[in-house]
């Protein structure tokens, strides 16, 4: 495994909320599963004890999910902001021009730990990202996507 497969680029704000979720689920959420625990063990057999059974489940969840973002945690290296606007790279704000629908959409080109399509932040590893990246304004690309290929006219990049 080669240094770059163990790294995982992060914008500073990225870095910041990857740090407040983990400090929430070690601090806040870990401590009331606990708690949730020691009441569900106070109500008895535990065989039966839906309550202990759901509280423990969910103890699981918690501790896989820190280890994850744990792993993360300690393998991120957050990327300088982008200070050339002339090609699109990672941190890089990106407008498009959806050439079938006529519709603007804008995304930010993120780490996968990021992304979170919604909020408009794309991964630079999924196929839009991929073709993005080192692209300039008036360049279109052409995204093979589940309905088909989508072309998209690159209108901005800050």
């Not at 535990?46 to 699981?60: G, I, P, T």
Request: a negative charge.
């Amino acid at each position: 495994m080669t240094t770059e497969e163990t790294i995982f680029p992060m914008t500073a704000e990225g870095y910041k909320k990857l740090e407040e979720r983990l400090k929430d689920l070690k601090t806040v959420q870990r401590p009331a599963i606990i708690a949730a625990i020691e009441a569900a063990r106070s109500l008895g057999d535990l065989s039966e004890n839906a309550e202990y059974n759901a509280a423990r489940e969910q103890q699981s969840f918690i501790e896989g999910h820190i280890k994850e973002l744990e792993d993360a945690y300690s393998r991120a290296k957050v990327m300088p902001s982008p200070t050339d606007s002339e090609k699109v790279l990672f941190g890089s704000q990106v407008t498009l021009l959806d050439e079938q629908a006529k519709k603007k959409i804008s995304y930010r080109i993120v780490g996968h730990h990021e992304a979170d399509l919604e909020s408009g932040f794309i991964s630079m590893a999924s196929p839009l990202g991929k073709s993005l990246l080192g692209r300039h304004v008036d360049d279109t690309v052409e995204v093979n996507t589940p309905s088909g290929s989508k072309a998209f006219l690159i209108v901005n990049i800050g």
